[in-house]
């Protein structure tokens, strides 16, 4: 089994797909020697590789406002396909919806009245966005205007180029509207990689600033995990520098306060702001969604031991800590048993959401992984506390 995974990553396979090889095949040994528990699993001493998520860079707010200025000029413009363009980037940016989702939109399905369509995501999984009044009125003048000259088609979104008769019909493939998005980002002067997907991340980065509520945002963007939507809990580098500025040393230093007194790695004491973690929430006041109160109830306080694993950390490792992280410590250094990496992580966003004070409720967690989210509660919080006996090792 070694010399099988040497030869797998001698031929460059991503890690993603050797944690899929080892995890189908750990299952399927478990199968075949279940009859006979004195077997051992081939694959026990097989390390899962770390598997690192690729990095988000979502746009500026600056940098949609400026795009949508410029792909604005398109309105009533000759250039069909530029102005299908900047309908396609308003309903991107307005809403966070998948590439897929978007050309696959038919137009019976769009509601310019009560500014909502209703899309196919994931898993053939419907979902109804909602849209802003600004965007209903560009999508009004789009239906009204240009898409009665477009080639018919039972889709919202058609590529003027497209043949009336062709596979399409009328509809737009993904490539064409990716292409498209690409050019007027680039006919604007932004910098780094074009494709519908960023404004995906930059929707919900800017959902969880503005709503601060990690499960509305996991709704509107049709996610079946709570941790997909917890690595949007990133930080930009605004964040980071407004964080910089508020935790500065050097001001402390000049100007003395009472404020706590936080104990970084080094073991010296310096004054700065303490990081403030709101109390639990209330256990659950609806048991009929669980198995029984008394779960909801251990959740809460599992919860609140996380939190106060969390408050030992030093603030710098805090402001770049993400559920990413928390379950990769957890999967590797957690050798009582196997980790459950989705579970983890979905119960790592939770904790990272009260400790940065968002109002995240455990119902979710709970209803989707029942008493195995008590365990994954465990599991990350045993992970901090790894993570802070590393961060505040001596050199």
Same mark, same amino acid.
């Given at each position: 089994?070694?010399?099988? !995974? ?21 299952? !399927?040994?478990? !199968? ?36 949508? +200025? ?46 909502? !369509? ?138 003395? +306060? ?138």
């Amino acid at each position: 089994m070694t010399e099988f !995974f040497a030869c797998k990553r001698t031929q460059g396979l991503r890690a993603s797909t050797l944690t899929t090889i080892l995890h189908s095949l750990r299952s !399927f040994y478990s !199968f075949v020697l279940s009859h006979d528990p004195s077997s051992r699993n081939p694959t026990e001493g097989i390390r899962t590789p770390r598997v690192v998520a690729p990095a988000l860079d979502p746009y500026s707010e600056a940098e949609v406002r400026s795009l949508l +200025t410029l792909a604005k000029r398109y309105e009533h413009s000759p250039d069909h396909r530029r102005w299908v363009g900047y309908v396609a980037v308003t309903i991107l940016a307005g809403t966070g919806i998948r590439n897929g989702e978007l050309v696959s939109l038919r137009t019976a399905d769009v509601d310019v009245v009560r500014h909502r !369509f209703s899309v196919m995501g994931k898993g053939s999984k419907p979902r109804t966005v909602p849209f802003g009044p600004a965007t209903a009125a560009v999508l009004i003048t789009y239906l009204g205007e240009l898409r009665p000259l477009l080639p018919a088609s039972p889709y919202f979104i058609v590529n003027p180029r497209s043949l009336r008769d062709g596979p399409y019909r009328g509809g737009m493939e993904r490539k064409a509207l990716a292409s498209l998005v690409r050019d007027l980002a680039v006919e604007v002067g932004l910098p780094g990689r074009h494709f519908p997907h960023r404004f995906r991340h930059t929707f919900a980065t800017n959902a969880l600033r503005e709503v601060r509520n990690i499960e509305v945002v996991r709704e509107l963007l049709g996610h079946s995990s709570i941790a997909t939507t917890g690595r949007y809990l990133h930080a930009s580098m605004a964040d980071k520098h407004e964080a910089a500025d508020r935790i500065d040393f050097a001001a402390a230093a000049s100007s003395p +306060t009472t404020e706590p007194v936080l104990r970084l790695c080094l073991g010296k004491e310096v004054t700065a702001p303490a990081v403030q973690l709101p109390p639990p929430s209330p256990g659950l006041s609806n048991p009929g969604w669980l198995q029984s109160r008394k779960l909801s109830t251990e959740a809460e306080e599992r919860m609140e031991q996380a939190l106060a694993a969390v408050r030992s950390l030093p603030a710098g490792t805090l402001a770049r800590l993400t559920s990413a992280r928390i379950v990769e410590t957890a999967i590797g250094t957690m050798t009582a048993g196997p980790a459950d990496s989705e579970v983890v992580a979905a119960a790592g966003a939770a904790i990272l959401c009260r400790a940065n004070g968002l109002p995240v409720p455990l119902e979710p967690l709970l209803r989707a992984h029942g008493p195995a989210a008590l365990g994954a509660i465990d599991q990350a919080r045993r992970a901090i506390e790894l993570l802070c006996a590393d961060q505040c090792r001596p050199d």
